[in-house]
């Protein structure tokens, strides 16, 4: 294994000589040819063609072509460079506005479990599963009276859910266990900003 890493290295380090030894030998017309195939590349492609674009001496009969070339390839450059920067802040934008969303539906669901113990019920919240809604766990509701006075409570005008509503929770998963396929659940409308 350990020569394996020594050969490679040294394969490395040979091919990276022997391309600067032709990049240094090629004549300006080779250069130029070379920056042309450049254009409306990718970046890399681009970058290579600048490079044999700088390559071409003043005293060349190649120069007044490189000039305008060397421009365009630039210009490419930057514009390419430009969109990359461009997409890479539209990721994080939408990134942080991600972690906003879910902190503040986190700190909803907070308030929300705070608010229904103050009030005393003996309920669980958490977050569902599904992004926009919030799991109330009670063992009162496998008892369907229990369930449809505590679903009404939910949706009636004094109720704690304007937090998580704003916060774009618009349904509820009533369970009456926290182990699966054991007891009722049910998801249901919180019918937010009736």
């Known amino acids: 294994m350990g020569t394996a890493i020594v050969l490679a290295l040294a394969y490395s380090i040979a091919s990276e000589i022997w391309n600067r030894h ?48 060397q421009a365009e390839l630039e210009k490419e450059e930057y514009d390419l460079n430009k969109a990359a920067n461009d997409l890479k ?35 669980s919240v958490e977050p569902s599963e599904s992004p926009d809604a919030v799991t109330i766990t009670s063992s009162d509701f496998d008892d369907t009276d229990h369930r449809v006075r505590f679903l009404s409570f939910l949706r009636g005008n004094k109720a704690p859910t304007v937090s998580v509503c704003w916060a774009g929770i618009t349904k509820v998963q009533l369970r009456g266990s926290r182990i699966a396929f054991l007891g009722f659940n049910e998801i249901y409308s919180l019918d937010c900003f009736r």
């Open 22 to 69: 032709v990049f240094s030998t090629m004549t300006p017309a080779q250069h130029l040819r070379e920056a042309r195939n450049g254009l409306r590349q990718d970046l890399p492609a681009i970058e290579s063609a600048l490079r044999h674009a700088y390559a071409i001496r003043e005293d060349s009969p190649e120069f007044r072509e490189r000039v305008p070339l």
């Open 89 to 123: 802040k539209a990721e994080e934008e939408k990134t942080m506005a991600r972690n906003e969303a879910d902190a503040a539906r986190a700190a909803a669901i907070s308030k929300l479990a705070a608010d229904l113990k103050s009030l005393g019920y003996d309920v």
